[in-house]
Structure formats: C-alpha cells, structure tokens
Nanobody, 121 residues
Framework: QVQLVESGGGLVQPGGSLTVSCVAS????????MKWYRQAPGESRELVAA???????NYADSVKGRFFISKDDAKKTAYLQMNSLKPDDTAVYYC???????????????WGQGTQVTVSS
C-alpha cells in the first residue's frame, strides 16, 4: 500500500555530479523521515543521508560537504544531490522512509528497490 520508487541512477565520471530521486506513493498520512542508504558489492548497507519532516538533516562523514539531501513535501519526493563523486561512491542507493499510513497509529519503515550509481572513468 506504500511504495518507494527511486530513479536517476547511472554512470558518472569521477568528480561529476548526479541526483537521485525517491517518490513515495500510497495511502500516506505523514512522512516522518526519508533517508538514503547505499550498499556496495561485498559491503553492508550504510546510511548516507537523512531528512526529517521538519527539515533536519544528517550525513555520513564520508559524504559531508559533497552530498545534499532535500525533499518536496507536496510531491512526497526526496532527492540526493551527489557532487564530487568518487569511485568509492559506487553502490546501489536505496530510499528508506518512516511513514504513517492513513487510518493507522504506528509508523512503519519502507524500502525502495534501489538504483545503481557507478562512478568510473
């Protein structure tokens, strides 16, 4: 009943920029927070950036100063703008959200299917 769909991944050269998007849909009453995780081959999934409903942001140390998370509440969309990309940023990027559905009392956590970001020359 709630879906998260990522888009915008692709191949980019080192030093380049890319923006990925995540659209939430379904019977959503309120989105508490939206987050971006990433998982590189052979590695565990790690939190990259998060933004709360009131706009508080936090970032992994590895991306501070290079990545920027934002959201459009009307569109139920979160964005991750990635600048000065490095080969180490290569991973599948997953959207994650804490959502309260209409008619429910508990906040549930949802995942998107992921979008591949490859940084290579």
């Amino acid at each position: 009943q709630v879906q998260l769909v990522e888009s915008g991944g692709g191949l980019v050269q080192p030093g380049g920029s890319l923006t990925v998007s995540c659209v939430a849909s379904g019977n959503i009453f309120h989105i508490n927070a939206m987050k971006w995780y990433r998982q590189a081959p052979g590695e565990s999934r790690e939190l990259v950036a998060a933004i709360t409903d009131v706009g508080n942001r936090n970032y992994a140390d590895s991306v501070k100063g290079r990545f920027f998370i934002s959201k459009d509440d009307a569109k139920k969309t979160a964005y991750l703008q990635m600048n000065s990309l490095k080969p180490d940023d290569t991973a599948v990027y997953y959207c994650n959200a804490d959502i309260l559905r209409q008619g429910n009392y508990l906040v549930n956590n949802y995942w998107g299917q992921g979008t591949q970001v490859t940084v290579s020359s």
